[in-house]
């Protein structure tokens, strides 16, 4: 029986290939939250960038729709025609992510700044693109492994190209929000993610049906909204230095208190009596010293010494 809802396992040297090509992605993601010069914030597009992201995702989601809409259709068709009923499909890993994506959500709106209405967009955007993060390099590994249902083009000619666009668009979404940061931690989550993968390669990365599998998709699942969350950590101030206060239209005015100090005004000077409005204002004159203050002070003359001519005697 062909199963369409699961993808072939890796064998022989394919996973031991896929495991260190994991591996060594995982080092070039270390190395690279190492070197970088983080934490960065995004540049946020204005009006008309805004306007074209959010439709380039709506139109890349409404792609995906109808593209899996007729493959599905062609699949249960070629599975009827075999004369074999329709497996039901088996999510084990989907209450995982939806629980993941609420416990981000809440994270992320329970923070004390900024606005309200940023917050709840910031929330949004955080709980639809961390599955992303994951799904991302995911698809890749998994899609060329699925058995196609119809004889021509495989599968992921159909699905996977609008499927690709709804996940990078939707990971662009984050530059709509000012609470986006790309931290070393966000890296290191990655790198972790990664490591896990390149153990489940080890075992075939087969459909998460057995214990090992599932267990080995949860935890990488857990670690890409963790790095999902590392995205809105809020910025710690360096030791010594003042917090930071966020800037902009993310500021919560409602919490500051604006206290208005008293104002004091310095005496003008006053106008003499008669005058006209008009008239520039005259300072009044300064005291002039007594003259007789300043009179000097007499002192006694010495009388000069009379001078005597030589040979001659003091008169007795």
């Not at 259709?73 to 989907?94: E, F, K, N, Y």
């Not at 000077?269 to 008009?278: M, Q, S």
Request: proline share 13%; hydrophobic share 50%; glycine share 6%.
């Amino acid at each position: 029986m062909t199963q369409y809802a699961t993808w072939a396992s890796y064998g022989g040297d394919a996973r031991t290939w896929l495991a260190l090509g994991l591996l060594a992605a995982a080092c070039c993601v270390i190395l690279a939250g190492v070197r970088l010069p983080l934490p960065v914030q995004f540049t946020r597009p204005g009006p008309a960038g805004r306007a074209a992201m959010v439709t380039a995702w709506a139109a890349s989601i409404a792609a995906l729709l109808v593209c899996a809409t007729i493959y599905f259709r062609q699949v249960i068709h070629d599975i009827r025609a075999s004369g074999l009923s329709t497996p039901a499909p088996r999510l084990t890993i989907l209450p995982v992510t939806l629980t993941a994506a609420a416990v981000l959500f809440v994270t992320i709106i329970s923070r004390r700044s900024p606005d309200l209405r940023t917050r709840l967009a910031s929330a949004a955007i955080g709980a639809i693109a961390a599955p992303m993060i994951f799904e991302l390099p995911f698809d890749p590994i998994v899609i060329p492994r699925f058995d196609p249902a119809l004889p021509g083009p495989p599968p992921w000619t159909l699905v996977y190209v609008p499927l690709l666009l709804v996940e990078l668009t939707t990971l662009l979404l984050l530059r709509l929000s000012p609470m986006v940061r790309l931290t070393r931690a966000t890296f290191f989550c990655l790198a972790l993610m990664l490591g896990v993968w390149a153990a489940w390669a080890l075992t075939g990365f087969g459909y998460p049906s057995a214990p090992l599998p599932i267990t080995l998709n949860i935890a990488s699942k857990i670690l890409a909204f963790a790095a999902a969350f590392t995205l809105f950590l809020p910025q710690q101030p360096a030791p010594g230095q003042a917090p930071h206060r966020p800037f902009g239209r993310s500021k919560d005015f409602s919490r500051t208190k604006t206290v208005l100090a008293p104002v004091t005004r310095s005496p003008s000077p006053r106008r003499p009596e008669g005058c006209c409005p008009g008239d520039p204002v005259r300072e009044p004159p300064v005291p002039r010293a007594d003259p007789a203050a300043r009179r000097p002070v007499s002192r006694p003359r010495s009388r000069p010494a009379r001078l005597r001519p030589v040979g001659h005697a003091p008169a007795r």
